[in-house]
């Protein structure tokens, strides 16, 4: 599935700014991505009014809307997850150490991890930066091996990347209609090539176009098809001024 930066982006921009209507928006919005690094973290399988690692998730992606820092050039998404995870494991520590009788409301513990928080935001600041550049290795090399099962090296990347704006731009666009069109997307996946004659038809541009541009083509259509998880690959591909 495409992630839809730009809504995210616009949404959190309100949000951030007041608008109550946006963060509820954005909240709803995000609800998937929320439950897929909760289920992760934990493990197993979890279900919304059920399970209160949810509900601590939850709460701290809606911290995480007033808390975001650009200025750390750390993609939203990405700090919502680390903010995700540091809750979830004050949590599940706190949870193992008292074990089934454990003091106190849930409320007043997710007050006391807050307190904690905002008193440590010096070593949370250093938290973040040492994850978000783990976080950044690791999705580089995730990303160099899906794409050499494609034959595809980061050196060719750079052979191949369309120097003028306009022709990458249009590559670009190719590259998202492939990514969203689900049978389209699993042909290429299936046969290891790029559909051509099918891309031509559903985008207008020439075939001769597409084959010089395959690579490149291919190479983005995975990156914004698996955004989620290479959420730092996108805001920079966004950010650089090489995304739509």
């Known amino acids: ?15 951030r700014a007041g608008d109550g209507t946006a963060r509820e928006q954005l909240l709803a919005e995000c609800r998937p991505f929320i439950t897929r690094v ?52 004050d949590y599940l520590r706190k949870e193992n150490r008292v074990s089934a009788h454990m003091a106190g409301s849930l409320n007043s513990e997710l007050e006391e991890m807050s307190a904690f928080s905002l008193e440590s935001s010096r070593a949370w600041g250093e938290y973040l930066d040492r994850e978000a550049a783990r976080e950044r290795e690791e999705e580089i090399r995730e990303y160099a091996a899906m794409l050499a099962e494609f034959g595809i090296s980061f050196s060719d990347l750079v052979r191949c990347a369309p120097r003028h704006r306009d022709a990458r731009q249009v590559l670009l666009h190719v ?19 790029l559909p051509i004659k099918e891309l031509s038809l559903l985008t207008g541009v020439h075939r001769k176009t597409l084959e010089r541009g395959r690579k490149y083509i291919i190479a983005m259509a995975l990156l914004w098809h698996h955004c989620q998880e290479y959420l730092y690959l996108c805001h920079y591909l966004k950010a650089s001024g090489k995304g739509e």
Request: charged share 30%; with cysteine; net charge neutral.
């Open 1 to 15: 599935m495409v992630l839809p930066v730009g809504n995210i982006e616009n949404l959190l921009a309100l949000a």
């Open 38 to 89: 909760t289920a992760g973290l934990c493990r197993r399988h979890l279900e919304w009014g059920y399970d209160d690692e949810l509900s601590i998730a939850f709460m701290a992606f809606n911290e995480a809307i007033d808390r975001y820092e650009e200025d750390r050039k750390v993609p939203f998404l990405a700090y919502a997850r680390l903010l995700i995870k540091s809750r979830l494991t």
């Open 175 to 193: 590259s998202r209609r492939l990514a969203g069109d689900g049978a389209l997307f699993e042909q290429l996946v299936r046969t290891g090539k």
